[in-house]
């Protein structure tokens, strides 16, 4: 099945056009030179505030759904095939904030709603972590009877979806179409740094102090996003007021000629 939806996403990806030109960098640009523009792209303000706030996200992300049927088998006591399962919770959750979140932000300013989510995500991690102490063993544990952070804290998923396609909005909306290449070089390289960094530090945390504590860990750098959003909304605000400011004084002189 998966084989043919990804022959499926082959097929549509073949057929479907797409108008490269104003994407297309100079002719003769070697390799090396590609390599090293998307690296002197990373110290522009808005790029590396942009980076550091995936970095993290993808952090957390990763140290939650990798850990969390490790989380369900040995914190809230439940079956190796259930606490499998019941990490579908957590994908659906997902998808549905990913989708969801598309139609929210055609009507509401990104910054605000990526603030909720990051809100929504350290509340669910208060809430949720607190129910999962002194859970005992129960060998005939059902979906019905599981506890109730068993489902709470997977919707965790449903606020952290929207900010990762979010910020990736906002910043190549914030470049010209020829650095979006190099911007996606960059980003493919530090989520994958942050996702293997959280997992590992999760995962090192689990075994050497317990799940609890792993997962209560997610509240630091949940809170440096919110920070680095605020830079990142602020970055964004300057790089549009530097831009008409650009308009206004190229329209000058042609005003001037005429």
């Known amino acids: 099945m998966l084989a043919a939806l990804c022959g499926l996403t082959f097929l549509l990806l073949l057929v479907t056009r797409f108008d490269e030109h104003s994407a297309q960098l100079p002719a003769g640009r070697s390799i090396a030179q590609d390599f090293a523009a998307m690296l002197k792209l990373f110290f522009k303000p808005l790029v590396c505030v942009f980076i550091i706030t995936a970095f993290l996200y993808v952090l957390i992300e ?7 049927p490790t989380f369900n ?22 998808a549905i904030g990913r989708l969801s979140a598309g139609v929210l932000m055609r009507k509401l300013n990104w910054y605000p709603v990526m603030n909720g989510c990051v809100i929504g995500m350290a509340a669910m991690v208060v809430l949720a972590l607190p129910l999962t102490h002194n859970v005992v063993l129960d060998p005939n544990v059902s979906w019905s009877s599981a506890p109730l952070a068993t489902f709470l804290f997977p ?9 990762y396609p979010g910020i990736n909005s ?5 470049l010209p179409k020829s650095q979006h290449s190099a911007m996606t070089g960059l980003l493919v390289i530090f989520s994958a740094l942050g996702g293997t960094t959280g997992s ?10 317990n799940g609890h504590f792993a997962f ?9 996003v919110l920070v680095t959003l605020f830079f990142f909304k602020r970055a964004v605000d300057r ?6 400011s650009d308009g206004m004084q190229s329209s000058r002189p042609a005003r001037q000629a005429s």
């Open 62 to 68: 990763q140290s939650i759904g990798t850990w969390l």
């Open 73 to 94: 088998n040995e914190i809230l006591k439940l079956p190796a095939a259930m606490s499998v399962q019941v990490t579908s919770i957590f994908a659906a959750c997902l």
């Open 155 to 163: 919707l965790i998923g449903l606020f952290m979806a929207p900010i």
């Open 170 to 174: 906002v910043m190549l909306s914030s």
């Open 200 to 209: 590992l530090i999760t995962g090192y945390v689990f075994g050497n102090f």
């Open 216 to 224: 209560y860990l997610t509240l630091v750098p949940i809170s440096i």
């Open 239 to 244: 790089g549009q007021a530097d831009e008409q």
